[in-house]
Nanobody
Framework: QVPLVESGGGLVQAGGSLRLSCAAS????????MGWYRRAPGKQRELVAR???????EYADSAKDRFTISRDNAKNTLYLQMNTLKPEDTAVYYC??????????????WGQGTQVTVSS
């Protein structure tokens, strides 16, 4: 298993910004799919943004033009820059990764989640 650790959540006023980070650790051969998901209170978990190797990033409609996903492959770290935050962005944000571990075995991992709260 490849642990994922998210950080960067917090409380911010509407219109503000936050940058989330997700670091994958351990022995990793490759990560071909990394993304951010969120679960708002009373709702199901939904995709926010995702990067699949060799493809353009994909974003939820709610995230387009406000959020930017990026990746540092050397550090096996995924980022989500969130600008112009809205109260409806309040949720627990989860990182997901899929790839091959150091022994070439497929893995799929979720982080523990980081809380983002946007006040109006």
């Amino acid at each position: 298993q490849v642990p994922l650790v998210e950080s960067g959540g917090g409380l911010v006023q509407a219109g503000g910004s936050l940058r989330l980070s997700c670091a994958a650790s351990g022995s990793i051969r490759s990560i071909y799919d990394m993304g951010w998901y969120r679960r708002a209170p009373g709702k199901q978990r939904e995709l926010v943004a995702r990067e699949i190797s060799g493809r353009s990033p994909e974003y939820a409609d709610s995230a387009k033009d406000r959020f930017t996903i990026s990746r540092d492959n050397a550090k096996n770290t995924l980022y989500l820059q969130m600008n112009t935050l809205k109260p409806e962005d309040t949720a627990v944000y989860y990182c997901n990764a899929a790839g091959l571990d150091g022994l070439g075995r497929p893995f799929g991992s979720w982080g523990q989640g980081t809380q983002v709260t946007v006040s109006s």
